[in-house]
């Protein structure tokens, strides 16, 4: 056990106690409500899915989504678009990478791309972390990093994040990550291969790995999502895979994520789907997820907005962005939800149609409110 810890250690500056910055939310004040709904992607591949996003300084939002044939093709390809806030309305979606550029970029054979995250940093920069696959399934993949200090209008070259000292295989991304007062990273991260479980990867913008703190065992847990209250406090919730009774899963730290409690379940049902969740005004949780009506062996054909007054112990579910009563077989899927906050109390929430289409709500926080 020394020599894992010394191997797990190599390499790894000695950082203060990592604190939290906390996102505050703006209050509704004379705010009146709004909520309007448009549509990202375009028919430019057979298929989408994975959405992310971020407000940009001048109000505008960046989303990107992974593209292609079908997911892991070799043609999949990671796109952006840009939302004109004054027009309202998306403009035409560009690829940005493909394996292809990857391959170049890490020196090595990339076999797939998926899975990006936008991160918006403190100091200026845009941080786009993705998944990439060299060999076999998702259960091997890698974590990539790139940098963009004009908003996105271009990208540095792709590098590799080194996660164990090991192989270095099977991390994954889907959720947002969490910034430290010191300007490092934590990248929530899960793992597929050997046990499912959750993860934050704390990296800085140099792309040097600083450290790992295990959120869950290997009890199929995965893609976690975080809300944070204070510089220490925070609850992540992870998706659960098990075979059993499926329901979103629960855990807490006090120590800015240095350590996690023993995973808990909550009342939420979660069949085996993507959720995201963030803290609001006056300790407030607010998580976006499929609720699975009774009797319904796959639960995505709705898609749910709850909100909890005690940190995650208990839900109440207050509005549907979609649903459907009795789907057929063809019929709508909703999944992989993203949620990241704009301007002036605004909320963007975004989301995969069938695999087809990248759904986007914009609401404000007035809205949020009268849901209550």
């Known amino acids: 056990m020394m020599l894992v810890g010394a191997l797990l250690s190599l390499g790894h500056e000695r950082f203060a106690p990592p604190k939290f910055v906390v996102q505050l939310a703006s209050a509704a004040g004379e705010q009146a409500v709004s909520y309007k709904r448009h549509d990202v992607s375009t028919a430019l591949t057979n298929t989408v899915h994975s959405a992310t996003a971020v407000s940009l300084p001048n109000g505008n939002l960046l989303a990107m989504w992974y593209g292609g044939t ?149 009890d199929k847990t995965i893609q976690p999502t975080v809300a944070v209250y204070s510089a220490r406090e925070a609850v992540t919730f992870m998706r659960d895979t098990g075979k059993d009774v499926q329901k979103v899963r629960r855990s807490v730290t006090a120590d800015g994520g240095l350590s996690w409690s023993p995973y808990e379940t909550t009342q939420l049902d979660n069949l085996s789907s993507a959720i995201f969740t963030f803290s609001g005004r006056e300790g407030r949780s607010w998580m976006v997820y499929n609720d699975a009506p009774k009797g319904q062996e796959h639960g995505r054909n709705t898609l749910a907005l709850a909100v909890s007054h005690d940190k995650g112990l208990n839900w109440k579910t207050l509005h549907h962005f979609e649903r459907i009563e009795k789907p057929a077989a063809t019929e709508s899927k909703f999944a992989y939800p993203w949620v990241t906050r704009g301007q002036g109390g605004q909320y963007h929430l975004f989301y995969t149609w069938n695999r087809k289409i990248i759904k986007h709500v914009a609401f404000n926080q007035a809205w949020l409110e009268s849901k209550l």
């Open 70 to 218: 079908r997911e892991g093709h070799t043609d999949v390809k990671i796109y952006s678009a840009l939302f004109d806030q004054k027009k309202q309305q998306w403009q035409a979606p560009k690829a940005i990478l493909d394996r292809m550029q990857v391959s170049n970029d890490l020196d090595r054979y990339v076999k797939k791309v998926g899975n990006p995250v936008l991160i918006r940093h403190p100091e200026g920069p845009l941080v786009l972390v993705y998944v990439s696959v060299s060999l076999a399934g998702w259960a091997t993949s890698q974590i990539n990093m790139m940098l963009s200090y004009d908003d996105g209008q271009s990208w540095h070259p792709s590098q590799h994040l080194i996660t164990s000292p090991f192989i270095n295989i099977s991390t994954l991304v889907k959720n947002d990550a969490l910034i430290y007062q010191d300007g490092t990273i934590g990248i929530t991260a899960y793992h597929e291969l050997v046990g499912e479980f959750s993860e934050i990867v704390r990296v800085t913008l140099a792309g040097k790995v600083v450290n790992k703190y295990r959120m869950s065992s290997g």
